[in-house]
């Protein structure tokens, strides 16, 4: 049997355990918490539940591997980030799970489109894009002003808006200029010109 002052009762299992069973706690007389370290995991557990929160179950993972907590798979740390700031030193996800949860996270901030009502515009379009109808709809377009989301365009008609600044006479007149319509104004008198109709 071990030695009396190495082993220690715990207040809810009520089992005389290791001193190295209980978490370190400098608020109680002997310097450890009252319950032994799979008891307080259990009694959070159970606080969790009741707050209507869920708790992750531990899995044993092999040395050198960590389990990714978005799609749950356990692989090694070569498709993990570096993290100094975390217990461990890699990042909390895989990277491809990272830069889902990124995607998802920028389209609710910015334009507050989850990722189903992604799907659902794009699917609206037919998967093409709005001005060309041709290309694949890839981008999400929105008025500057107002922040209102007005559909899905590809790379080139989105860029090509933006260059416009969203102003509707100045894509008139580039439309009639590429359709071959005089659009330059003619000099009526120094320094006054009139505009075509």
Request: some cysteine; proline content about 5%.
């Amino acid at each position: 049997m071990v030695e009396g002052s190495q082993v220690r009762a715990c207040s809810r299992c009520k089992e005389y355990l290791p001193r190295t069973a209980f978490a370190s706690n400098r608020s109680m007389s002997d310097g450890l918490q009252a319950y032994c370290r799979k008891c307080s995991a259990e009694y959070y557990r159970q606080r969790q539940e009741v707050k209507g929160k869920k708790v992750r179950e531990k899995v044993a993972v092999l040395p050198g591997h960590k389990r990714c907590p978005q799609c749950g798979e356990v692989k090694p740390h070569a498709q993990w980030e570096r993290n100094k700031s975390s217990s461990d030193g890699w990042s909390s996800y895989r990277r491809p799970c990272r830069a889902e949860r990124n995607r998802i996270s920028y389209f609710k901030r910015k334009y507050g489109l989850t990722p189903t009502e992604l799907d659902a515009l794009v699917a609206a379009q037919h998967g093409v894009c709005c001005i060309c109808l041709a290309a694949s709809a890839e981008h999400v377009d929105h008025c500057h002003k107002t922040g209102r989301v007005r559909g899905v365009l590809c790379f080139s008609c989105n860029a090509a808006l933006g260059q416009f600044k969203d102003r509707p006479d100045a894509i008139r007149r580039a439309a009639a200029y590429v359709e071959g319509i005089a659009w330059k104004p003619t000099l009526v008198a120094p320094g006054v010109y009139r505009l075509p109709s």
